[in-house]
């Protein structure tokens, strides 16, 4: 089926007829010679005016000439499919959960800016929220944006992704087609976030599984004290379908080797090493793939470094006394009573008696912890005035969280906190909002100032709970967490709890978040991937599925043939054909 | 030589304006061309001496009047008159057709015709002139008195082209009014079918007469070679044609051609001397033309 993308082009058809316009306005007026005699013309039989076959002819090939201009300019296409929109979304799933497909999407690029032709558009989002394309027919357009896929720690936001690129969809005149690439939940597609409507073209892509070798995700310096004599490495991953060794080397000089089996599934294996002298290059490399970017990984670890921690205000001695009553310990600490005037080259300041910091102190405070400076406060709830602190409670399923009443709570409060809560626990590795603990004397929050440096532990009465044992490890873990965050904040693999290392990505803890059932559900997580009867309630009707390669068929079945090129090598090709007929008409006139 | 045949241009003619200036400049000027004297065996008897000029031949230098006189003297002879020549001009509306910057054919006409006259009484031919349109428009009997070149003169200067041509049937009048054997020198376009003009000169020659037909033409007529679409108005008949020359020339051409050489071949079958003669032909070639006929007449 014929259609234009410029139709209002067509317009311009009535200037065909201008070449017979043309020839009856300028036909020129004849000129009267006198002749001697027309006896032998007379006899002439061509003699008369009439238009020859060839004036004929040039005229309507200039006609068809204008006639296949103006049909170009209006962008014809040709289309088997002629109800398919003309722009296709792809929305990509590019959380964690798409390092075992990417780069088999990623080899698709060329293949799928080979479809783009004029008029036929490719966009691209990601389930982070990135639109990586605007709607482009322009193939090295979609090339460079297209290479800069990559697979993310985060998970999908698959609602306010396809929020977006439904709105833009919207504004496209012939609507367009929305390709999921990738498994959303029956969660991820509320109709309210996702803006869908029952006429919204829909297809899902699902990655066909890809060779599966194992992967190494991350490996780093395990969590825990930082000791100048010991190293612990903890290297964490998908397991392989077969059992492989995991190999750890350190310089390239091979120091450990365990075996992974595939019933682990997702596994961390922490390494107890002796710390070299200096920093050096440690690497871990899953069965015997050394070619495979996803089996092999490595991370420089830096030499190991006394931290400078200040301690003061009351209860100072204290904390200089718990910071550095650890063997090995990574902190150089001193204590004062009042805030040294010199905050330059200190890596922590403590403090355990918040309420009591003189609103002078608090100011400087704000500019050593706007700087870069970490700061550590524990103790009573009160923040000292001054400190443009937000902390807040917060809210789940929209209510303040009962301190006593949440099973969590509970469970935090029913036992000694020292006991049972390590920093590990009480810091989820890359929170990016107020946390709240809850327990019967202590309530804490953890709370970021700027890019997460500030850290509020409000933990009731110190002087009721600083001979309690634990107490000094918590100071020292956050202390530990605070000075050197780069270990904690990258590890979003893994924590370790009092049963052992829970092996699970954490994902985002947002509002509506079961707390209770964190550590289970992440444990055992399995999607709840909507069946028909979800999508048909929800939309009406069920997305196309497609395989990858299904897919890559499927969409250039839709692909609509240009005819403009072909439109303007006729153009071309009728132009010398006037201008060859032209030459000989001219010279037939003038013999 | 060159410098003479300039003049002998028609078109330069044509500046000097005085017919009997550009009949002589014509004569003298190819005569003095000649190596050998166009004279020699018409004459027989003694005239008069005249003083030698250069190209005269050597044989007819007067040795003895020559001592007399101190003076180089040749001897000039009196001709017997034994031509009677009538020049038939044709000056309908036809010949007065002429190209950009070139001369009318009848203005050619009227220097040929001129010069041929001064050319024939010089030779003491009697020479006489008719003028043809619809008709026999006028008529000077043939004489061979020198003083009867200004009458022929001033009939050729005041002609002009006008009217319709019947040149067939001048000729055929012509023949009734000249018993005599004479020399019918035709100066025409001769726009006429030609099977009626060689039936008109065939009837001439029936009577014993010479024919020589000089066909004037313009350069023009023989090509066609005009551009664009026009209109070719008939100076004769005023009809009016509509044409494409590019695409009728070649046709046009193909018919001229036939019609020519039906002339010619209708002249040679009745050994009539035909010449065609375009408007840029230099006057002393067909004057040329004549004194090949003259000489053949003896």
Redesign the interface.
């Given at each position: 089926m014929l259609e234009f993308l410029n139709p209002w082009m067509l317009l311009g058809l009535p200037l065909a007829s201008l070449p017979f316009w043309l020839h009856l306005v300028r036909r020129?007026p004849?000129?009267?010679?006198?002749?001697?005699?027309?006896?032998?013309?007379?006899?002439?039989?061509?003699?008369?005016?009439l238009p020859?076959l060839s004036e004929l002819l040039l005229l309507m090939l200039r006609a068809l000439i204008i006639l296949l201009l103006v049909l170009a300019l209006a962008l014809p296409l040709w289309r088997t499919d002629p109800g398919a929109p003309l722009t296709t979304w792809l929305v990509v799933d590019d959380s964690w959960r798409s390092s075992g497909y990417l780069n088999m999407l990623l080899a698709s690029g060329d293949a799928l800016a080979d479809l783009l032709a004029a008029g036929y558009r490719l966009g691209l989002a990601t389930t982070t929220g990135k639109v990586l394309i605007e709607p482009t027919d322009s193939p090295s357009v979609w090339r460079a944006g297209w290479s800069k896929l990559e697979s993310t720690f985060y998970i999908p936001f698959w609602g306010k992704t396809l929020d977006r690129v439904v709105t833009r969809a919207n504004d496209n005149p012939g609507g367009a087609r929305i390709v999921l690439v990738g498994q959303p939940t029956a969660g991820d597609l509320s109709p309210m976030e996702t803006g869908f409507t029952r006429e919204t073209e829909l297809w899902q892509v699902l990655p066909e599984p890809i060779p599966y070798r194992g992967t190494i995700t991350s490996i780093e310096p395990a969590p825990g004290p930082v000791l100048a004599d010991k190293l612990d490495i903890m290297v964490s991953g998908m397991a392989p379908p077969e059992a492989a060794d995991l190999t750890l080397r350190m310089g390239g000089a091979i120091v450990a080797r365990q075996t992974i089996r595939p019933a682990e599934q997702n596994f961390a294996v922490a390494f107890h090493l002796m710390r070299p002298s200096g920093g050096i290059k440690m690497s871990a490399q899953l069965g015997d793939f050394p070619d495979s970017p996803q089996t092999v990984r490595s991370a420089f670890i830096p030499p190991f470094r006394q931290m400078r921690v200040i301690c003061w205000g009351d209860y100072a001695w204290v904390a200089a006394a718990a910071l550095s009553a650890l063997p090995q310990s990574p902190f150089a600490t001193g204590s004062a009573t009042t805030l040294p005037v010199d905050l330059s080259g200190i890596d922590l300041l403590v403090n355990l008696s918040a309420d009591a910091i003189p609103p002078a102190e608090a100011t400087r405070l704000v500019g050593y912890v706007r700087s870069g400076g970490k700061l550590l406060l524990m103790g009573r709830q009160t923040v000292p005035d001054g400190l443009p602190l937000s902390v807040s409670p917060v809210t789940i399923s929209g209510m303040p969280i009962p301190k006593t009443d949440h099973p969590l709570g509970r469970r935090l409060g029913g036992v000694p906190l020292p006991d049972v809560v390590s920093a590990h626990e009480l810091l989820p590795q890359g929170l990016t909002r107020p946390f709240l603990l809850a327990g019967n004397k202590a309530a804490g929050v953890t709370g970021t100032l700027g890019s997460g440096s500030f850290i509020y532990l409000a933990l009731g009465e110190v002087s009721s709970i600083i001979d309690k044992p634990g107490f000094a490890a918590l100071m020292f873990e956050a202390a530990r967490y605070l000075a050197d965050p780069a270990p904690l904040l990258s590890n979003h693999v893994g924590w370790r709890s009092p049963q052992g290392i829970v092996q699970e990505k954490p994902g985002f803890w947002g509002e509506g978040t079961d707390m209770t059932a964190i550590n289970v559900d992440l444990m055992n997580y399995t999607p709840a991937i909507p069946d028909a009867t979800t999508w048909q309630n929800a939309y009406g009707k069920a997305p196309q599925i497609y395989a990858w390669d299904d897919f890559l068929s499927r969409i250039k079945q839709g692909r609509p043939f240009s005819l403009q090129m072909i439109l303007l090598i006729a153009v071309l090709t009728l132009l010398v054909g006037e201008s060859l007929l032209a030459n000989w008409l001219t010279k037939?006139?003038?013999? | 030589m060159p410098v003479i045949s300039k003049f002998l241009d028609p078109t330069r003619l044509a500046h000097l304006g005085n017919l009997d200036l550009i009949a002589r400049l014509v004569v003298e000027g190819y005569l003095r061309g000649l190596h050998r004297s166009p004279y020699r065996g018409f004459s027989v008897e003694f005239a008069e001496h005249r003083a030698y000029t250069p190209g005269d031949d050597p044989r007819y230098v007067d040795w003895r009047a020559t001592a007399r006189t101190d003076r180089l003297l040749v001897k000039e002879f009196e001709e017997e008159t034994n031509l009677r020549a009538v020049l038939v001009l044709d000056a309908s509306a036809?010949?007065g057709?002429a190209g950009e910057g070139d001369i009318p054919?009848l203005e050619y006409a009227v220097y040929l015709a001129a010069s041929l006259a001064l050319l024939l009484l010089r030779q003491r031919d009697a020479v006489g002139l008719a003028v043809a349109r619809e008709g026999l428009a006028s008529y000077i009997p043939p004489r061979s008195s020198r003083r009867h070149l200004p009458a022929l003169l001033a009939q050729l200067v005041n002609l002009a082209p006008r009217s319709g041509t019947d040149f067939a049937a001048t000729l055929l009048e012509l023949s009734h009014r000249l018993r005599r054997r004479a020399l019918y020198i035709v100066l025409s376009?001769l726009?006429?079918?030609p099977a009626q003009i060689i039936t008109a000169l065939a009837a001439l020659r029936g009577q014993k007469h010479e024919c020589l037909v000089f066909h004037l033409l313009?350069p023009l007529?023989l090509e066609l070679?005009?551009?664009?679409?026009?209109?070719?108005?008939?100076?004769?008949?005023d009809?009016?044609?509509?044409?494409?020359?590019?695409?009728?020339?070649r046709?046009?051409q193909r018919?001229?051609a036939a019609?020519q050489k039906e002339l010619r071949d209708g002249c040679l079958k009745h050994r009539i001397d035909y010449e065609m003669i375009t408007t840029d032909t230099l006057l002393e070639d067909a004057l040329g033309k004549y004194l090949i006929k003259r000489a053949r007449l003896g």
């Open positions: 020129r004849k000129v009267t010679f006198p002749w001697p005699s027309l006896m032998l013309v007379r006899e002439q039989t061509a003699t008369r005016r020859t037939r006139r003038s013999g | 036809s010949m057709f054919k376009d726009y006429q079918p313009n007529e070679p005009h551009r664009g679409e026009l209109i070719l108005k008939d100076l004769e008949s009809e009016c044609i509509t044409l494409v020359p590019g695409i009728a020339r046709d046009y018919k001229f019609y």
